[in-house]
């Protein structure tokens, strides 16, 4: 891991596309300011960005120009005009190339985005624009992994038993494997295992290098996720 941030380009291996992830040490927090200095710091033009207001939902949308985007928590481009960005603090950051049409997208996949299938939502968009599933190659970034997502009672119906890696403790919690549950789902897209790169990282244990919501609460920092073209 790099002091500085994240670097994933390698795995996509296509000239002049960027794919990074900021951690804790390379931005100071500052809301769209740090979008602006991360896309500077790795070359990519800060006036191409595209911005998503996260909601947790499972919503997707095409972004063929940058600026704001309302209501999405997964964002597609059809071009090489816009930089796409993505925030997350325990939550899935997903990349993902179509290697021949050089589309892209990002995907912020939380517990909620996850069972309401955003993954799957995403991708079968971006099958709609011609990509096609050999072609495709995803990066699941740092995340909270099962050693330390606890979910109580009230919301453990929404996973399917086989992602439940620990029963019920006396406190009434649950530990769930969101990541197994990205993966099967990419797995029924039969996106090819070679073509999924998954950073074993978990953004709760590794206090040096990531922010995390579940571990620091209200005051925790994000991490940006950002793909574009140099
Ligand atoms: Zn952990």
């Known amino acids: ?9 390698n795995f996509f291996d296509i000239v002049g596309l960027k794919a990074v992830f900021s951690n804790r ?14 896309s500077e710091l790795i070359g ?9 207001k996260q909601t947790h939902s499972s919503n997707y949308f095409v972004c063929e120009s940058p600026g704001n985007y309302p209501d999405t928590d997964a964002v597609i481009s059809i071009n090489k005009h816009v930089v796409l960005s993505m ?3 325990d939550c899935i950051p997903i990349f993902i190339v179509d290697i021949e049409k050089k589309y892209t997208a990002l995907i912020h996949a939380g517990w909620r985005g996850l069972v309401t299938n955003i993954i799957q939502k995403t991708i079968k968009q971006m099958f709609q624009h ?14 909270i992994k099962s050693c330390c997502f606890e979910v109580s009672d009230d919301v453990i119906h929404q996973f399917s038993q086989s992602i439940i890696t620990r029963n019920r403790n006396k406190k009434g919690k649950y530990w769930v494997d969101l990541l197994a549950l990205a ?3 990419l797995s029924e897209l039969s996106i090819n295992d070679a073509n999924i790169y998954v950073d074993q990282n978990c953004t709760s244990c590794e206090i040096d290098h990531f922010h995390s919501y579940r571990r620091d ?8 996720a950002l793909i574009g073209w140099v």
């Open 1 to 9: 891991m790099s002091n500085n941030w994240i670097s994933y380009s």
């Open 25 to 38: 040490n390379t931005l100071s927090n500052e809301g769209v300011h740090d979008r602006i200095v991360f």
């Open 44 to 52: 990519l033009n800060p006036k191409n960005l595209v911005i998503p």
């Open 87 to 89: 925030q997350v603090a």
């Open 130 to 143: 011609g990509c096609e599933t050999k072609n495709i190659k995803i990066v699941l970034g740092p995340s």
């Open 183 to 185: 993966k099967k789902q």
């Open 217 to 224: 609460g209200m005051k925790a920092g994000r991490m940006l």
